[in-house]
């Protein structure tokens, strides 16, 4: 066997479409016959993901007005019209056209949970089922039937809970919501509900449940990706938008570079193969790990700052790099030079 893949998620799935079409012998183990897995299902538009979302026919909508809140505060409302990234995917269509492509190209696939089996290439897809459960927050999203814009989104960061709330169409008639939220030391499922069903009364006003999963995600994990034989991708390499809860891109982003560094070397040189994967996956290294410690400072010292004013504060082109995928170490630093903006003082 040349590889074996471990979960057939987004990132799973996705390099499995790649290298079976490449001839690869591929193995991979999957327990679940259907995608379930909690998720606002927003991809952020590249080259990569698009020619996916297209050729899966897994489009559903795509938001041009957004809301940001801060603890329930208004915060920004950004309208990005046509310039926006964002995509609402149905993700179980994009997963289920990924899989039985590869399937239809040879893959052998396990229904059972991985156990280590090792191959030439071993590769780690099994997305929030990886790694320590120390770094992970439980999330969880319900699909509501509801009157809403289906070009609208509400995101409500929530820095003293360490973790935030949503809002996302679900389809593109304005019918249907993905609604959801994640909160650090928030385990109980029961809490949790009663969280979001009471932030939906609030937002919706009427509803009906018509769906509800909850997940694990990695929001404190370093990246990493390879150690001790294996080759990690997805979130099981830590490549996570912390701060907004992205993980669709930067999984189907890490995928598509090792699948490419596979191809580019000899199966066997591992290093080379290594070393490819790195260099490909630098700028969502960086984001996730910007990412990452943004999301760890905004809750670590909101018990010292009051981290609502200061948001609330910050300026529009601020929040549409947010939305945007944008934002830099360098941003921080700009805002940091403005000492009226971090003490909260004015509204720039």
């Avoid at 396990?110 to 780690?124: C, F, Q, R, S």
């Avoid at 990246?223 to 993980?247: C, H, K, P, T």
């Avoid at 591992?270 to 260099?279: A, D, F, Q, T």
């Amino acid at each position: 066997m040349d590889i074996i893949i471990a979960g057939l998620g987004v990132s799973g799935s996705t390099i499995a479409y790649k290298l079976s079409e490449k001839g690869f012998r591929i193995k991979a183990f999957e327990p679940l016959k259907r995608y379930n897995k909690a998720c606002g299902e927003q991809v952020t538009a590249t080259d990569d993901t698009l020619q996916l979302i297209k050729k899966s026919g897994s489009y559903v909508t795509r938001p041009k007005t957004f809301s940001i809140f801060v603890d329930g505060i208004l915060a920004s409302y950004i309208n990005l019209g046509g310039s926006s990234s964002w995509y609402i995917v149905n993700k179980g269509k994009l997963i289920e056209y990924l899989r039985n492509v590869a399937k239809s190209n040879g893959i052998t696939i396990k229904k059972e949970l991985w156990k280590g089996e090792k191959a030439t290439i071993t590769i780690d897809a099994r997305g929030p089922f990886s790694g320590n459960i120390k770094n992970k927050i439980l999330v969880k999203r319900y699909i509501m039937r509801t009157e809403w814009d289906p070009e609208h989104v509400v995101l409500d960061l929530r820095p003293r809970q360490g973790g935030l709330y949503w809002i996302f169409p679900s389809d593109d008639d304005g019918k249907k919501v993905n609604i959801g939220g994640g909160f650090i030391n928030i385990w109980d499922d029961k809490r949790l509900s009663s969280l979001i069903v009471e932030y939906a009364s609030k937002k919706l006003g009427s509803f009906e449940i018509i769906d509800a999963r909850a997940s694990p995600l990695d929001v404190f994990s370093n990246y990493r990706l390879y150690q001790n034989g294996v080759f990690y991708i997805g979130e099981s390499a830590g490549l996570v938008l912390s701060i907004s809860g992205e993980g669709n891109r930067p999984a189907i982003e890490s995928a598509i570079f090792l699948a490419e560094s596979i191809l580019k070397n000899d199966i066997n040189n591992i290093g080379k193969i290594n070393k490819e994967y790195l260099k490909l996956s630098k700028d969502i290294i960086d984001e996730s790990s910007f990412s990452r410690k943004l999301f760890s400072f905004t809750y670590r010292y909101s018990k010292t700052i009051d981290m609502a004013k200061l948001m609330t504060n910050l300026p529009k082109w601020f929040w549409e790099k947010y939305i945007l995928a944008k934002l830099k170490f360098g941003d921080i630093i700009k805002i940091a030079s403005n000492p009226y903006v971090i003490k909260g003082l004015i509204k720039p």
